[in-house]
């Protein structure tokens, strides 16, 4: 673990993996350091944003004990109609059936690793291997509100219109963003995830 200033008010742990980060981001969330605003992990950092009072050495102090409780996470179902256009391509490309393909997606359990992109886009892990492929070559400028893709070693729902490069299996009606409720994300990081077809 590397630790950098990120301006006064925020330092910047690097790592070199993704279960690194979300070790450390869950850890630091339950410690519930004095002085610690924020905790945002992302694929190989973690920011941490305080109020300028807290202690660097405290990150470290609770790195190296583990002493954080882990929290219970919350457990979001998102009903899915499997009928992404590029669910056959995925299905050609894995060697499978659509029927397989729709079953592996379905079956697995994920987590929120982190959000980005825009929000309510949640990267979740947990995809199973057999479905793993790179970003499609060429991106799609629109892909709607609500589907359900996959991309890499990640799944996710786009949570509005946008450009997007990722395979596109189906599409959901469940809200991801709402401006008005408390987080505003549907799905924030530790969340498990689990995809139930329609």
């Known amino acids: 673990m590397k630790l950098l200033p990120y301006g006064p008010r925020a330092v910047l742990a690097e790592f070199d993996s993704l279960a690194e980060v979300m070790v450390h981001a869950s850890a630091w969330r339950a410690a519930a350091l ?23 050495a405290a990150l470290f102090s ?22 992404g256009p590029d669910l056959g391509e995925v299905a050609e490309r894995c060697g499978l059936t659509v029927e397989e393909v729709v079953t592996l997606h379905s079956g697995a359990e ?19 291997v ?17 589907a359900v893709a996959i991309a890499s070693e990640f799944a996710s729902v786009y949570p509005r219109q946008s450009p997007g490069g990722w395979h596109l299996l189906g599409t959901t009606d469940t809200v991801l963003w709402i401006n008005e409720s408390e987080p505003p994300a549907l799905l924030t990081p530790g969340t498990i995830v689990r995809f139930r077809r329609r």
Do not use: K, N
């Open 34 to 56: 004095p002085g610690v605003v924020d905790v945002v992990p992302a694929a190989r950092t973690v920011l941490v944003a305080h109020d300028g009072s807290l202690q660097v």
């Open 62 to 83: 609770v790195a190296a004990t583990g002493a954080a409780a882990e929290a219970e996470s919350a457990l979001v179902t998102i009903d899915v109609d499997y009928d």
């Open 110 to 128: 994920y987590s929120v690793a982190f959000c980005g992109f825009m929000p309510g886009f949640a990267y979740l892990i947990g995809l199973p």
């Open 130 to 146: 057999r479905l793993q492929l790179p970003r499609r070559t060429t991106p799609r400028t629109r892909v709607p509100a609500g």
